[in-house]
């Protein structure tokens, strides 16, 4: 159980977590206290709470607000993952001023949809960063993870990913199932060893491999100043681990 708090927490990037498989929930990256004065952020809708991410800016007005300063919140782009998730990557419609704490906004909520707002907040930095993230090796699958439980299903590739770059990265994946030919994009992060998780947990996922056979995935670099390498990698193909056959005991 203590593997699947750890990946939940990964793929979620919350700044808290709810109850096991709760019907809403709302988390921002990055989740630590500070921002660029360039930065991007961005804010997942988990369960049914997706109908927030889906309606941002239209019947939720999205912002940053200090003191009297506020800032409104572009959508750059939005997201809907295989499994009960959804995101949108947001960026400031002016540079936010440095020394200054910003705290997120969202109008027209509902009163439980408010308490899932509970302090995200960030001091902005005086420092930009303007340098694109570049790949020191290529990425490449690492391991594999396949555990069933009464509640869900929990599954995932994992890849090893070297990045250099001085902010946060987000990693823009694309995967293709080849049986069907759809594709999935969603941004996900990596983990303190720098392992990116591809899959699901048995509560949520962006990629739903328990559905899918055979796969591929390219991925291209962002990060939460807005620098990209403007580039996807070369395509990986592997098959689902779900489809392993399970030795009995």
């Not at 709760?22 to 991007?40: E, F, I, Q, T």
């Not at 959804?86 to 704490?101: C, D, I, N, S, Y």
């Amino acid at each position: 159980m203590y593997r699947i708090g750890l990946v939940v927490l990964f793929i979620l990037f919350s700044s808290s977590l709810y109850a096991d498989c709760d019907d809403s929930g709302l988390w921002v990256y990055p989740a630590n206290k500070k921002l660029a004065p360039n930065s991007y952020i961005l804010l997942t809708g988990f369960s049914s709470s997706q109908k927030i991410i889906e309606s941002l800016n239209s019947k939720y007005p999205v912002y940053l607000e200090a003191d009297d300063h506020r800032v409104n919140l572009n959508i750059v782009e939005k997201n809907k993952g295989m499994f009960e998730l959804t995101q949108a990557l947001l960026h400031p419609t002016r540079e936010l001023v440095a020394g200054k704490t910003y705290y997120l906004k969202i109008d027209s909520l509902d009163a439980w949809s408010q308490t899932l707002l509970t302090d995200f907040s960030w001091i902005v930095s005086d420092k930009k960063d303007v340098i694109q993230p570049q790949w020191e090796n290529e990425p490449r699958i690492s391991s594999e993870i396949v555990e069933l439980y009464g509640c869900g299903s929990e599954v995932y590739v994992i890849f090893d990913l070297d990045i250099i770059d001085e902010s946060k990265v987000l990693v823009n994946t694309e995967l293709i199932d080849l049986e069907t030919n759809e594709s999935t994009k969603y941004f996900l992060t990596l983990n303190k060893e720098s392992k990116l998780y591809i899959g699901q947990s048995m509560c949520a996922g962006a990629f739903l491999l328990e559905k899918i056979s055979q796969c591929k995935v390219r991925f291209e670099l962002w990060d939460l100043s807005g620098n990209k390498t403007e580039m996807w990698t070369s395509w990986i193909a592997f098959d689902s681990p779900y489809d392993l056959p399970l030795i009995n005991e």
